[in-house]
């Protein structure tokens, strides 16, 4: 499984990003909290960029952090 992490504006937004973004069962596509960044864990390239992209759209993340999570994949 590939990680990517995405810089959030503070610990509080993080964990809206990983509340938001857990997938019960799912061990494929997981998101976890480390401090103020979300570890993103996928196989399908298109969840970090739909979590990036909802995290920025919610004001959680910079659109520049979730443009870096995205330019990587």
């Not at 990680?3 to 061990?27: H, M, Q």
């Not at 979300?38 to 992209?53: Q, S």
């Amino acid at each position: 499984m590939h990680e990517t992490r995405l810089t959030c504006l503070s610990p509080k937004d993080a964990a809206a990003v990983v509340e938001e973004g857990t997938r019960p069962g799912d061990t494929v596509h997981t998101v976890r909290q480390d401090g103020a960044t979300v570890v993103i864990g996928y196989f399908d390239k298109r969840w970090p960029l739909d979590v990036a992209d909802w995290a920025a759209e919610n004001g959680h993340a910079s659109d520049s952090a979730a443009a870096r999570v995205i330019a990587g994949l």
